[in-house]
């Protein structure tokens, strides 16, 4: 599989400011995701990050909020904007490298806003 | 949407017995059916995963079973060993005008207990 890495592997950060994660790859895969995991819950989908198009959000998550960047079949990042205490959480990206559906996840990045 | 409900959301076993983890989906459409481990701390691996057409796949002292009838499907885990211990995510996955999306129960954390 893939070899999926995320900067920063953590953060604390002032409430109102943003934070760019980056997720890269080392192999060009088709499909690229963001998701939330707050403290002991599930995964939650963000986004698709579509390559050379917009992003392709979930319900509940908006562009504002979260906009997404994917320049390149290898690479993508996540900017979580205008923060608050409420957005602490760990980001994953994963990828899938074809249509048939397998994803792994980057090793995540931990939020802290205070 | 889909909706993915898991049971138990804990569950201790001692080391040697099987344990077994359920989950329902909702949505007739949902084709994969993805089972990730996460180790604290760690990210999502994914352990094993079955696809609409499969209705049982085995890898080593782990099953998963599908029923689409009843749209459910479970993990059967032998012979416990103590790094089993874990929280176990199922996920549906369905196909849409976007590519997929994956959907996520709320995880069942599992204790092997020496």
């Known amino acids: 599989s893939a070899v999926i890495s995320q900067k920063p592997s953590r953060d604390i950060c002032q409430r109102g400011t943003s934070l760019t994660i980056q997720c890269q790859v080392d192999?060009?895969?088709?499909?690229m995701f963001w998701y939330r995991q707050q403290p002991g819950q599930s995964l939650t989908l963000i986004a698709t990050?579509?390559?050379?198009?917009?992003?392709?959000?979930e319900s509940g998550f908006v562009i504002d909020k979260f906009p997404i960047s994917r320049p390149n079949l290898t690479f993508s990042t996540l900017t979580v904007s205008n923060m608050s205490p409420e957005d602490s959480s760990i980001y994953l990206c994963s990828v899938g490298k074809s249509m048939g559906n397998e994803q792994f996840f980057g090793p995540g990045t931990r939020l802290t806003v205070l | 949407g889909e909706n993915v409900e898991q049971h138990p959301s804990t569950l201790s076993v001692q080391e040697g017995d099987s344990a077994v983890i359920k989950c329902t989906y909702s949505?007739?459409?949902?084709?994969?059916f993805p089972w990730y481990k996460q180790e604290l701390g760690k990210r999502p691996q994914l352990i094993i995963d079955i696809r609409s057409n499969v209705g049982e796949k085995k890898d080593q002292r782990i099953a998963v079973t599908l029923n689409k009838t009843a749209k459910h499907f479970s993990l059967h885990i032998t012979e416990t060993q103590p790094e089993d211990s874990a929280v176990y995510f199922c996920?549906?996955?369905?196909?849409?005008?976007?590519?997929?999306?994956?959907?996520f129960g709320p995880g069942t954390r599992l204790s092997v207990l020496p």
């Open positions: 192999s060009q895969v088709t499909m």
């Open positions: 990050a579509n390559q050379g198009s917009e992003a392709t959000y």
């Open positions: 996920a549906a996955s369905a196909r849409d005008n976007y590519g997929q999306n994956f959907v």
């Open positions: 949505d007739s459409a949902s084709n994969y």
